[in-house]
């Protein structure tokens, strides 16, 4: 996503990941920039922001991911380039971001818990200000953050749309060098009275936005297609009831092809009340809520 002079992307295997239905909302305060993006389980990640211009002030990036604060990072005035946050870190250790299954609970008591509100999101806020450099006795011995992070079950209906969290993965320890107390030099850095930009990166399972119309179907084979349509007709024949001879793992797939197929057909018939429209530059769609049907008999 871009606005004005900096544009930022979540990143998988050092690839960009394709964006969707991007919208552009501005106050005095901020400017916030929201898009969809497909996230796949056990995938590490990171987020890219850049900055093309040369400008008379400092700028400060920090990233959030499921309302968790992760990181921070300021740069001097002029500076031009790019920025990469893959992970959690304090002075002992570091631990990779991972895009992880979201467990779901139909226990009634989670349905008020605010701590997952921010789950499915991917946030990074760039400010601007006054950088200065300012001169610290280091004694040698590192402040270290505790990091905690709940990664507990959340109630099935807070989080419809979302299928993924994001989970921190092992702790990767730091060379620690232990140095005599010596003069330093620390950024302090103010921000200033410009709005505050910020990108917005929803994450969730690409058959979720496939089916809320937000990501465009996947292309297939037509003879894939067609062998598929063939596959998922149903025959009914009067007559006493005859359990099926297909085996149970072949069973399981067929009733998910059918969901999906459902879906697609949801999706298709909604879109026709939608009218695309274009913001600052920027391709928008309305979301087509989900709604999955339970084909399964028990």
């Known amino acids: 996503m871009i606005f004005g002079d900096l544009s930022a992307c979540v990143f998988v295997d050092d690839q960009e990941l394709p964006e969707y239905a991007a919208v552009v909302s501005s106050t005095p305060m901020e400017n916030r920039i929201t898009c969809w993006i497909a ?8 987020v890219r922001w850049m900055n093309a211009t040369e400008q008379s002030w400092g700028i400060q990036a920090a990233v959030s991911i499921d309302g968790v604060h992760c990181a921070r990072q300021t740069v001097r005035p002029s500076w031009v380039g790019m920025k990469d946050c893959t992970h959690w870190g304090n002075a002992s250790f ?3 971001f991972m895009f992880s299954n979201l467990e779901l609970t139909d226990d009634d008591s989670m349905l008020g818990d605010q701590s997952s509100n921010d789950i499915g999101q991917i946030v990074l806020k760039v ?3 006054e950088y200065t450099k300012v001169q610290v006795v280091d004694h040698g011995i590192s402040r270290t ?4 992070v709940r990664e507990s079950k959340v109630h099935e209906r807070s989080k419809k749309s979302c299928a993924h969290r994001v989970v921190f993965g092992e702790e990767v320890p730091r060379q620690t060098n232990h140095r005599p107390s010596r003069s330093i030099s620390r950024t302090v850095f103010r921000p200033d009275h410009r709005p505050m930009t910020v990108f917005v990166f929803k994450y969730t399972r690409l058959d979720i936005l496939q089916a809320m119309g ?3 179907l996947t292309p297939k084979d037509s003879s894939e297609e067609e062998a598929n349509d063939h596959e998922d007709e149903i025959e009914i024949i009067d007559g006493p009831y005859e359990p099926s001879s297909l085996p149970l793992n072949a069973v399981k797939p067929r009733i998910r092809r059918l969901e999906m197929k459902l879906q697609r057909l949801r999706a298709q018939l909604a879109s026709e009340d939608r009218k695309p429209s274009c913001i600052d530059g920027v391709s928008r769609q309305q979301q087509t809520a989900m709604e999955v049907i339970d084909l399964t008999e028990d």
């Open 145 to 148: 953050r505790t990091f905690r």
């Open 94 to 96: 570091t631990k990779d």
């Open 39 to 46: 996230s796949e389980e056990g995938k590490k990640f990171g």
């Open 214 to 216: 937000v990501a465009p």
């Open 127 to 129: 400010e601007t200000g």
